[in-house]
């Protein structure tokens, strides 16, 4: 019994022994191994003194007799982050654009410019890039116009990348803003038999596969690309007193202008229990104003380089945007605003009409240069789901639309028609009866008072930053004629 007990204890002591020397064996190999840092990490100084690793792609390479000079980026940071080497790791291969993979010591840097520099032990290259071939150069500014022909390479400017990290934020400040506000998330299809703003504008999707039966359709009925998830989420709306969507929406527009994409993000939101159009107005400036605030503070740098480098002075029309209330008239008024100014607009006003992007832009500039509401068109211009005001002889309905700086139109929205026997004679009226009879059920069963809202994503992000043209804002642009990767 003894020895059992012995050995027991003598394996115990031996497991801990082993142990240790593991446990120490592993720690020397951490201590030695470098922190893979990224370059946004690296720029905060977090492991100043000690060895690290950072990847990603030559912004700049100087070579001198002594030393070698890089400039390195990840993407995560509008910043790049120095490394200074010996010239003895120069590399041929080492060139502007090439990928590369450095390990070193991060010290604080003696210049004031940049808080910290790499002083590299090892530079590899991982990925080689012809600077002739190219299409961006080292010490040339590239315009917007210019890096749009190239839409698999300019994720690799500086303009670019930092759109790209501003649309990310601006997505997830959307997202936050939502879930705070207690509103639940649905995935509407992109897939639909639904014409959501009967405009016809839609891309029809049938398979490609040759042994699909001729005449038939894939899903027994016409499908299309979505032009708006409202529809969905009015369904969803008679469970869920608060939802929202964001997601890609398609338009067969046939145009080319700097207004228009054929695929863009849509932000949709549905209330339910709501009879103003001020809750509506509401929510639309609250989550404008939480977005940009949110964007301004992550992207300071970012947003910096369009407003100080892309388009100077739009900072002060951002801030003055967001200083102010969004003032809020009615299209009656609106058309009297424009039919009082002296300005020669191309499409003649009166009431009754569409607004143009001209008329939009000009009550924006009537009004301060702010972002304005415009509620109350008139009911034949709408949707059919559109809540008619009953307000004869002019005969409104109970739709709105923000009007922002630079762009026009940014987001529509209205009351939804919940009375049966209005929504029932206006979809018939249109011979949509048949077609909507399961919408025409929503208002049979349980049916509330509601409203919602579209906001299109590439147009805020135009809106905040200045940029002029939509297909500078998404990262591959579609619209007819042009479907590049």
């Known amino acids: ?98 990928a590369v993979e450095v390990t070193g010591i991060l010290k604080k840097s003696p210049h004031q410019k940049q808080p910290v520099e790499l002083q590299a032990g ?48 601006a997505t997830a400040a959307i997202h936050s803003y939502f879930k705070n506000n ?12 639904n014409d959501c703003e009967g405009a016809g504008e839609l891309f029809q999707v049938e398979p490609s596969s040759p042994d699909c039966e001729e005449g038939k359709h894939f899903f027994s009925v016409p499908a299309f690309l979505t032009v708006s998830g409202q529809l969905h989420l009015e369904v969803i709306s008679g469970a869920f007193s608060q939802v929202y969507t964001f997601g890609p929406t398609f338009r067969a527009e046939n145009s080319q202008s700097r207004r228009h994409l054929a695929e863009f993000y849509m932000l949709e939101a549905e209330l339910s229990f709501t009879k103003s159009l001020d809750d509506l107005t509401e929510v639309i400036e609250d989550v404008f104003r939480v977005a940009t605030e949110h964007v301004l503070a992550q992207c300071a740098e970012d947003v910096d380089l369009f407003h100080k480098h892309v388009i100077p002075g739009h900072r002060d029309t951002v801030d003055k945007m967001l200083r102010r209330r969004f003032p809020v008239i009615t299209y009656t008024e609106a058309v009297d605003i424009l039919k009082r100014s002296s300005e020669n607009f191309v499409f ?38 559109a809540r008619d005001n009953q307000d004869h002889p002019q005969h409104t309905a109970a739709a709105v639309d923000l009007l922002v700086p630079g762009v026009g139109e940014l987001c529509g929205g209205s009351l939804r028609e919940e009375r049966l ?56 642009p579609r619209f007819s004629h042009s479907c590049l990767l």
């Open 1 to 98: 019994m003894m020895f059992q007990v012995s050995a027991r204890a003598f394996s115990a002591a031996s497991v801990v022994s082993v142990s240790r020397r593991i446990w120490t064996s592993t720690r020397l190999h951490c201590k030695n191994t470098p922190a893979k840092l990224r370059i946004s990490e690296a720029l905060s100084g977090i492991k100043l003194g000690a060895s690290i690793k950072v990847q990603g792609w030559v912004r700049s390479v100087r070579a001198q007799k002594a030393n070698l000079f890089l400039h390195v980026n990840d993407g995560s940071s509008l910043q790049s982050l120095q490394v200074v080497a010996s010239a003895e790791l120069s590399d041929p291969k080492l060139t502007f654009g090439s």
């Open 122 to 169: 090892e530079i590899s290259v991982v990925g080689e890039c012809n600077p002739v071939d190219f299409p961006f150069k080292i010490k040339e500014r590239h315009g917007l116009e210019y890096i749009r022909q190239f839409p698999h390479l300019r994720c690799r400017t500086n303009a670019f990348s930092s759109l790209l990290r501003i649309r990310s934020e």
């Open 182 to 193: 207690g509103y639940t998330q649905i995935h509407t299809p992109i897939i639909t038999s």
């Open 348 to 385: 003649p006003v009166d009431w009754g009409c569409d607004l143009k992007t001209e008329h939009e832009k000009h009550l924006v500039k009537h009004c301060g240069n702010i972002p304005v509401f415009v509620t109350d068109y008139p009911y034949d211009l709408k949707p059919f789901y």
């Open 421 to 476: 026997n209005l929504l029932s004679a206006r979809l018939e009226e249109a011979g949509l009866e048949d077609t909507y009879s399961w919408y025409l059920d929503l208002r049979r069963f349980g049916s509330v008072p509601h409203g919602g809202f579209g906001l299109g994503f590439e147009r805020y992000l135009q809106c905040i930053l200045g940029v002029d043209n939509i297909k500078d804002v998404t990262p591959f």
